[in-house]
């Protein structure tokens, strides 16, 4: 299959600890604007998909391109310069300071220990802060300790502090565990919205959460994909009612 128009075409990927094939010959395309959700069992390989896409882990084999460009071999950090956004489980924030703060540190020329020191909040930082915390809905707390904002609106700000950054492809690994039911409805137009204009990849176990999101779903066992399309499709799938929905 031609990968040009895939925003990430991960070909033939694997990867092996001690001998055990965490990744196995993987291959996997999402789109531009896409919401692309990543369900499978406990050990299924997901978080370690996502760790090979952002270079936290160096693959045995396969190529990982974004944008049409190969990312095998690169260093995390540059990674992230080209468009690359990942959040983990836990929420990490700077607790001690305020919700502006963070999100303007996370601004790109702040990134860097040189950055930090000649940075200074320009309109366009304050602008670009105003903006994101808009969209994530934390602009009525601009001003707030970070550490006293609820469980779910660290985890907005964490995606905040990503977005401030523009990235082209953005990573969630269980963006709503913990969440109050109201907190995972607005997480769930939060993702709707923020998939415009860039790809989002998300790993989540909450089945009626990810019907809500998800353009299209990709069911992991075992290293390999075992199976992909819409939520129906998936559901129904004799061999993953077998393998995860069933348990």
């Not at 995390?76 to 836990?90: A, N, S």
């Not at 909040?121 to 707390?141: K, P």
Request: charged share 25%; proline share 2%.
């Amino acid at each position: 299959m031609s990968n040009t128009n895939f925003a990430l075409a991960v070909e033939d990927l694997s990867v092996s600890f001690d001998g055990f094939k965490a990744i196995d010959d993987l291959t996997l395309y999402v789109d531009k604007n896409e919401l692309r959700v990543i369900i499978g069992p406990n050990g299924a390989g997901k978080t370690t998909l996502l760790d090979l896409i952002c270079g936290r882990t160096k693959e045995s084999g396969g190529s990982i391109k974004f944008r049409n460009e190969e990312l095998t071999g690169i260093d995390e950090y540059l990674r992230v310069r080209k468009g690359i956004g990942r959040k983990f489980q836990t929420p990490s924030i700077y607790e001690n300071l305020s919700v502006f703060k963070n999100l303007e540190v996370s601004y790109p020329q702040g990134r860097s220990v040189w950055g930090a020191l000649r940075f200074k909040c320009s309109d366009a930082v304050r602008q670009r802060v105003h903006e994101v915390a808009s969209e994530i809905g934390l602009a009525n707390v601009l001003d707030q300790e970070s550490g006293l904002l609820s469980h779910g609106q660290k985890q907005w700000l964490e995606i905040g502090m990503l977005l401030m950054q523009e990235p082209q492809l953005l990573m969630l690994d269980e963006p709503i565990a913990g969440m109050s039911a109201r907190e995972r409805e607005l997480t769930a137009d939060l993702l709707k919205r923020i998939c415009v204009g860039r790809s989002v990849i998300v790993i989540e176990h909450d089945m009626a959460f990810v019907a809500q999101i998800a353009h299209k779903v990709t069911v992991m066992h075992q290293g390999k994909i075992l199976a992909e399309g819409s939520m129906e499709a998936v559901q129904s799938n004799p061999k993953v009612i077998d393998v995860y929905l069933g348990h």
